[in-house]
Every structure is written in C-alpha cells, then in structure tokens.
C-alpha cells in the first residue's frame, strides 16, 4: 500500500480529493492538511510516501514547501492553474494535475506514481542505477514531456527519431532526437547499447540469449558488435 497525505486549503476540494484516494485500492490516506505548515508536521511524524499537493496556498505555497523538503515523497500536483506545470516537473513531481480531475485522469497519475514507488522499493539506494540520472525533457509534437530515467525500460533508434519505451506506459514516447544525444543522458552502467539502434536498461534486462535479451516479454536486439560489452556490463562470463 501507498501511504498518502492530501494537502489542500479549500475544503470542498480536499474532500473530493479524499474520495478519490480511497477508491484507488492500493492508495492509503494517512492524513489531510489544510495548509503546507500542517503538512510538515505530519512529515515529521508520519511515513509518506505520495504527496497530493496544491500550489495556491496561503503563508507558504505548495511549490515552496516542496523545495524546502530535504527527501521529498512522490508528489502529485493537483493545482487550477497550468502556469506552474514546467517549475513543477523541474522539481521532479509524477505529474501535474488541472482542477476540476476527472477519475481516470487521477487514476493515470495514480498508476505512475504506483510504478515509481515499486522502482524505488526493488531498487538498492547505493546502487548505481536509472533512479540516480537526472530526469529529462523531450519535445513531442510541440510539447515538453517529462521522462523519468528510472522509468525508462529501453530506447530504439529511428533515423533522426527515437521510441523511448517506459516500465509505465503501454506506448513509446517518439521524439526527434539523434540515438547518440538520449544515449548521453542515458550513459553506462544504469543503460547498456545492444545494438545500434538499441539501449536498453541494465536492472530490467531479465533474459539473455544469443541474439537477444529480455525487458518483460519485449525482445531486445543484440548484435555481435555490442556482445562483449553487455557481458562485460551485465557481468556475465563469455560462452
């Protein structure tokens, strides 16, 4: 179960957001606030691990007390106003949500959050993994959209576009880009190239074979080029 806290200052709203909550099964409420300065004296007393956060808010606002947080949780902002989207996904939010939030709506950023929250429970802190790159954007049909490194399952090239294929969604993200441009922000150990126009993420390769490795039940492409390397990273020894 996900433990969350709801913080809102207008009442109505934070009710709705209540309901919702607890009609996600693996959502768990802790605890409401009506304002950031409540919110941090339940961070100090009680394990969070989602945030659902509004901006506007008297004394101190929700993006303010987010960058006072020294290890935040996993945080959902749930705002009438879109002007903040970009300072908000600088800071690392799982997704950024316009009142009034239809249900399905919450529940897509929902199931994110759940895909986040299991990565960082199977993934080891001191480890050398996708969760310690930085998150990124890229441009997608004249838009900005935030990738999580750590949700990154694996990249295929396209000429001058690649697919970023994620853990938590069913479609690749295809943006214009050079392989070797998304390659640097996705370097070695936490991604490994297979192929020339395949890299793939080292924690969630799950099979090897001759000429190909397993990501869930995708096939990944390995050519005889990159062979010694994937061994070599993946610390496997030569046949």
Known sequence: MIRCLAVDDEKLVLDLLVDNIRQVPYLTLVKTARNAMEAIEILQTEPIDLLFLDIQMPRLSGLQFLKSLPDPPLVILVTAYDKYALEGFELNVVDYLLKPVSMERFVKACNRALELFQLRQKTPVATSTTTALPDFFVNVEYSLVKI?????????????????????????????????????????????????????????????????????????PVSEHYKDNLRKILNISAE
């Open 148 to 220: 999580v490194a750590a949700d990154v399952a694996w990249v295929e090239g396209l000429k001058d576009y690649v697919k970023i294929h994620l853990s938590s969604a069913a479609k690749p993200v295809i943006t214009r880009m050079t392989f070797k441009a998304l390659e640097e922000k996705l370097p070695e150990p936490a991604f490994v190239r297979t192929h020339k126009s395949y890299l793939a993420a080292t924690q969630k390769i799950t099979v090897v074979k001759r000429d190909f490795v397993m990501i869930g039940a995708a096939e990944i």
